[in-house]
């Protein structure tokens, strides 16, 4: 079966996350949308459809990947939005790539998934796939799925998921990698220790609450605490003394202090003291030492964010929602970020007070005022931090954060 992960007209309120990612590389819990898709429906081949802005970025994150190839046989296109789960719906969609013609399967008018026998040339040749290009197929309407809509969505129910993905992953209650003395595993069967992995001298590491996924070669700091749901990608770490739970970090990320609810991506650093709940942030991020994020108002009220298709701040009907920042963005020591804070891409922030509750891509500066970051200068620092990781600014990437600073309003030269 061929499966072509899709996106649609919607990953707009996803920004400034989805800026510089395809929205199934988001994650949202121990794996990301993709994985999860690529588990559910394992593909003979897979077809990555994306906006062409992203093309060059999706096809080096995926070189297994077609990237806006058109299909040439029958397949199966999936909501690149949809957290997919096992339960009727997914069997459904199962039972319909075993019949002869077309089917769609729509939730609140968004195509969430279309078995086509034979699909048009031009199917995945637009930005975004919508229910107007399965018109012809039987429509089945559905109910009930999980669409990551909007950036909260992407914390949302984050222990549940991190608790489902691990025990989907297997192997939860095997240990391969290092325990040292004086470390205190509470409820092994519910934790997995990868290869090459490390719980150092003193740490405790509670499952009692949910699964703890540690990856290959990831460490756990001495006297760091670890409550589960938490997963640590491969080469993750947990810094000494640290505090983390209900958390997904990503490949290579760092964390210090204390880390409540949060999704880290991959080559992020939070290494140091300070507090960051309910929160997600991207690649290449740096929180400087003492930097702390609101997750609650003081009344106690339904926090807002803002939402870049919406352009403007819209209720969440959450009661806990800190800090979302985008790719390469950083912060300088003892920053504080108020609840429901949003900050794009290439952003530096500094100096006392809270920064805007909106911060626009590339931009410089913080409670006292904002100013452009020059691309120039913002990409010579990401060569300088991206070598301590043994990477560099590839061309794709070079050219679309360049779009992405043109678009702020930046001379990117």
């Known amino acids: 079966m061929t499966l072509c992960l899709f996106e649609d007209d919607r990953v707009g309120s996803l920004a400034p996350l989805t800026l510089t990612r395809a929205a199934y590389d988001l994650r949202v819990g121990a794996r990301t949308l993709l994985e999860a898709a690529v588990a559910t429906f394992p593909p003979g081949r897979l077809i990555l459809h994306t906006r062409a802005a992203l093309a060059g970025m999706t096809a080096e994150e995926h070189p297994e990947a077609d990237i806006r190839l058109a299909p040439d046989e029958g397949t199966l296109f999936v909501n690149g939005r949809w957290l997919v789960r096992p339960g009727d719906v997914v069997e459904a969609v199962r039972a319909a790539g075993r019949s002869g013609e077309a089917r769609a399967f729509v939730q609140d008018d968004v195509l969430l998934a279309l078995w086509h026998p034979s699909p048009p040339a031009g199917f995945v040749s637009r930005d975004a796939v919508t229910l107007a290009q399965a018109e012809g197929a039987s429509e089945e309407r559905v109910e009930g799925e999980a669409l990551i809509a909007h950036l909260w969505d992407v914390v949302a129910d984050l222990g549940a998921r991190i608790t489902h993905d691990a025990e989907a992953l297997g192997g939860l209650g095997t240990q391969v990698g290092t325990i040292e003395d004086g470390v205190t595993v509470i409820e092994p069967g519910r934790v997995h220790l990868a290869g090459g992995a490390v719980i150092r001298a003193g740490a405790v590491v509670r499952a009692d609450g949910g699964p703890v996924w540690i990856g290959p070669g990831a460490e756990v700091g001495e006297n760091a605490v670890v409550v589960g749901p938490v997963s640590l990608g491969p080469k993750a770490v947990v810094k000494a003394a640290a505090r983390v739970d209900e958390s997904a970090l990503g490949y290579r990320s760092k964390v210090g202090g204390e880390v409540h609810g949060s999704v880290v991506h991959s080559l992020s650093s939070k290494g140091h003291d300070g507090y960051l709940g309910n929160s997600a ?78 911060v626009p891509s590339f931009a410089w500066g913080g409670a006292e005022g904002l100013a452009p970051y020059r691309a120039e200068k913002a990409f010579r620092v990401a060569q300088a931090v991206m070598a301590r990781r043994e990477r560099t600014l590839s061309d794709a990437e070079r050219v679309r954060l360049t779009e992405i600073a043109e678009a702020a309003g930046l001379d990117a030269e």
């Open 281 to 358: 942030l991207g690649r290449w991020c740096n929180l400087g030492a003492g930097t702390d994020t609101s997750n609650l108002k003081n009344d106690y009220g339904e926090v807002t964010m803002w939402d870049a298709q919406a352009g403007a701040f819209v209720p969440t009907g959450r009661q806990f929602l800190g800090l979302v920042m985008g790719d390469h963005s950083k912060c300088s020591i003892h920053t504080m970020f108020n609840t429901g804070t949003v900050v794009g891409v290439f952003c530096n922030l500094f100096g006392a007070g809270f920064p805007p509750r909106w």
